[in-house]
């Protein structure tokens, strides 16, 4: 029996069913779309200790062996700063924790002076230091479940690394036979652009947490070691990292003193200058150059549909996508003439 589109019961119910599964999954996917992208963090990861291992690999030793020591390098340097400035750092941390809380109570008891008070409650929702407290308690329960998803992220990115061959095979695999040679080579590509994106932006964080340290500490503020560090962490998120980094320094400086926060201000925009005029330029010329605009707007929506971890990943996440788009669409299916991040890299 056939329908009226000419297709018989048997065709036209699978032909369902396909939509229904199709359908079915993209549900899943927006359901665990969180898990999907911890799964790219953990990519992220791999790209990084695959960076590593392929220095080690110059030595002529095995992968496995290079990987190896990558994971005891990059564990080894963490160990060595927790040695050498930890108990600072701790500390550092601590009095900032304790500093910002009661920064700001001196702040809104100045602009009560001037009758502001009730605007600045009604702008931050916090109206009394027990709005601190309990703040402080869901972020220490956030920070918690924080940590045990960067354990998560990092043990997967070692068993990627390890086998990166085997799960770049696994998704070949879901495409047509006669694609998988194209979709091979454009995630090839991607994966080179990532981990130059990824060189320039440690290079950049670490060129980033030297400055703001070392002005802050120049100028007498307190905690320089510990709002260097922040500022190196969050430069990893592009445009709202350094703004949530200068928050804190700039919110205690007010408690101190007025003048003192003109000064803080003025590092962290000497800082931003050297890096969008020095460093970016320089890094760029051998990374990944995202358009302004694109990156703005991914961050927006990788923001809305992932949440805090969204907004971590969307920069690496762009650069993949990117890559993916302009290899794929652009170039194979438009059949235009593009340049390609990581096309020609060096493996």
Do not use: H
Not at 248 to 269: C, E, H, N, Q, S
């Amino acid at each position: 029996m056939e329908t009226r589109t000419g297709l018989s019961d048997a065709q036209f119910v699978r032909r369902v069913l396909i939509v229904i599964a199709l359908i079915a999954l993209a549900l899943l996917a927006w359901s665990l779309r969180n898990v999907l992208l911890m799964v790219f963090g953990a990519v992220v990861v791999a790209t990084l200790f695959r960076a590593l291992a392929g220095q080690y690999e110059r030595l002529r030793l095995p992968y496995g062996l290079a990987l190896a020591l990558a994971v005891v390098t990059v564990f080894a340097i963490l160990a060595i700063t927790a040695v050498l400035f930890g108990q600072q750092l701790v500390q550092q941390t601590e009095a900032l924790t304790k500093a910002v809380p009661q920064a700001w109570e001196s702040l809104r008891g100045r602009l009560e002076g001037f009758g502001l008070g009730g605007q600045l409650d009604q702008l931050s929702g916090a109206g009394q230091t027990s709005g601190f407290a309990s703040s402080a308690g869901r972020f220490a329960m956030s920070l918690g479940g924080g940590l045990a998803d960067a354990l998560l992220i990092v043990v997967g990115g070692i068993f990627i690394a390890a086998s990166p061959r085997f799960y770049q095979a696994g998704m070949v695999k879901l495409v047509p036979e006669n694609k998988r040679s194209l979709v091979g080579s454009a995630l090839g590509d991607s994966g080179k652009a990532l981990k130059l994106w990824l060189k320039a932006q440690l290079l950049t964080m670490a060129g980033v947490g030297l400055v703001t340290g070392f002005g802050l500490w120049l100028i007498g503020m307190p905690s320089a070691l510990a709002l260097g560090l922040l500022a190196a962490l969050l430069e990893f998120i592009p445009f709202v990292g350094p703004i949530l980094a200068a928050l804190p320094a700039v919110l205690i400086a007010l408690a101190v003193d007025p003048t003192m926060a003109l000064w803080v201000v003025g590092v962290y925009l000497v800082v931003q200058q050297i890096e969008g005029n020095l460093l970016q330029p320089l890094l760029q010329q051998w990374a990944v150059d995202l358009p302004g605009a694109v990156l703005l707007f991914s961050l927006l929506a990788c923001g809305t549909l992932f949440g805090p971890l969204g907004v971590i990943f969307a920069a690496p996440l762009t650069v993949v996508v990117y890559v993916l788009i302009k290899r794929l669409y652009v170039k194979e299916t438009l059949n235009t003439a593009t340049p390609i991040p990581g096309e020609d890299a060096g493996k």
